[in-house]
């Protein structure tokens, strides 16, 4: 997955290697206008379930490197976007890498107007294998919401790709899986943190009680939005992690292409915290 991604880098930063080159100039200067405002229609969205609910999102793809037996083809994604949507889903992730996802450059595009028109508050979450602040630039360009950087692909890098996200004013989902990558995440400013559940570095293993493996290392006080995917494929599933404190889920797979996709995240969004985990996390 990331080898992949870096030969195609090679190619995507020749032809964006001019200095005037639209990313390029996005790269090169603080963008101040609307400061706030964009972190802000991310966390809205990823919290839109307080004080005792969970938000949904969707993680829009035709394939997943994760779970290599789904698969889903479909042609207008931004008609798929909306109607996610229309069913109470919060956000989208969009996803642009075609080796690992199914998704394209259009794609992207296609969702974001589709969201802006069908539900204008919903953040678009720009999804690729990010490994150079040019896929920053291009997630802005496409006036995407947010970006995803995963931890465990960055690695050292994470602090340089979040301070260049500070300056184009992009907001940033930091993917995360172990104790550590938290930590660092949280320590660079990290202000939204999705627990992937599985091991991407590991086989694709599942670690099911890994959210609450990792709670000690996220802030108190909601200071971090907090995001759990990774094969969240029932409700139940989802109650537990709306009873620890998360904010929301991220489902791809497990909606993608379900007949009963609009009644599931009904009923996730319906969920409640139980009276415990109110008092629990009242006081967390």
Same mark, same amino acid.
């Given at each position: 997955?990331?080898?992949?991604?870096?030969? #195609?880098?090679?190619?995507?930063?020749?032809?964006?290697?001019?200095?005037?080159?639209?990313?390029?100039?996005?790269?090169?200067?603080?963008?101040?206008?609307?400061?706030?405002?964009?972190?802000?229609?991310?966390?809205?969205?990823? =919290?839109?379930?307080?004080?005792?609910?969970? @938000?949904?999102?969707?993680?829009?793809? =035709?394939?997943?490197?994760?779970?290599?037996?789904?698969?889903?083809?479909?042609?207008?994604?931004?008609?798929?976007?909306?109607?996610?949507?229309?069913?109470? $889903?919060?956000?989208?992730?969009?996803?642009?890498?075609?080796?690992?996802?199914?998704? #394209? /450059?259009?794609?992207?595009?296609?969702?974001?107007?589709?969201?802006?028109?069908?539900?204008?508050?919903?953040?678009?979450?720009?999804?690729?294998?990010?490994?150079?602040?040019?896929?920053?630039?291009? %997630?802005?360009? /496409?006036?995407?919401?947010?970006?995803?950087? /995963?931890?465990?692909?960055?690695?050292?890098?994470?602090?340089?790709?979040?301070?260049?996200?500070?300056?184009?004013?992009?907001?940033?989902?930091?993917?995360?899986?172990? #104790?550590?990558?938290?930590?660092?995440?949280? &320590?660079?400013? $990290?202000?939204?943190?999705?627990?992937? =559940?599985?091991?991407?570095?590991?086989?694709?293993?599942?670690?099911?009680?890994?959210?609450? %493996?990792?709670?000690?290392?996220?802030?108190?006080?909601?200071?971090?939005?907090?995001?759990?995917?990774?094969?969240?494929?029932?409700? &139940?599933?989802?109650?537990?992690?709306?009873?620890?404190?998360?904010?929301?889920?991220?489902?791809?797979?497990?909606?993608?292409?379900?007949?009963?996709?609009?009644?599931?995240?009904? @009923?996730?969004?319906?969920?409640?915290?139980?009276?415990?985990?109110?008092?629990?996390?009242?006081?967390?």
């Amino acid at each position: 997955m990331v080898q992949q991604k870096e030969q #195609e880098m090679i190619q995507f930063r020749a032809a964006h290697k001019n200095p005037n080159d639209d990313l390029q100039m996005i790269l090169s200067y603080m963008d101040t206008q609307g400061d706030g405002l964009a972190a802000k229609k991310l966390v809205d969205s990823c =919290r839109r379930g307080r004080p005792h609910g969970l @938000s949904v999102g969707i993680d829009l793809k =035709r394939r997943s490197p994760t779970n290599p037996s789904f698969s889903c083809d479909f042609s207008d994604p931004g008609s798929v976007a909306s109607a996610f949507l229309d069913s109470d $889903a919060d956000f989208v992730f969009a996803n642009c890498d075609f080796s690992s996802y199914g998704g #394209e /450059l259009n794609d992207i595009k296609q969702i974001v107007s589709a969201t802006r028109a069908s539900s204008p508050s919903s953040a678009v979450v720009f999804k690729d294998i990010i490994i150079d602040p040019l896929q920053l630039a291009l %997630a802005k360009q /496409l006036q995407c919401d947010a970006a995803l950087v /995963l931890a465990c692909v960055v690695g050292s890098e994470l602090p340089n790709l979040l301070d260049t996200a500070t300056l184009i004013n992009l907001p940033i989902v930091v993917e995360c899986h172990t #104790e550590e990558e938290v930590k660092i995440a949280v &320590e660079n400013g $990290a202000g939204t943190i999705l627990l992937n =559940r599985v091991d991407r570095f590991s086989g694709n293993k599942l670690y099911p009680d890994q959210p609450f %493996a990792i709670q000690d290392a996220l802030p108190p006080g909601n200071f971090v939005t907090t995001l759990v995917t990774g094969k969240v494929n029932d409700v &139940e599933t989802a109650q537990k992690f709306l009873d620890a404190g998360y904010d929301g889920v991220v489902i791809g797979s497990a909606l993608i292409g379900n007949p009963i996709a609009d009644k599931f995240i009904k @009923s996730v969004k319906n969920l409640e915290m139980g009276e415990d985990a109110k008092i629990m996390n009242s006081i967390g």
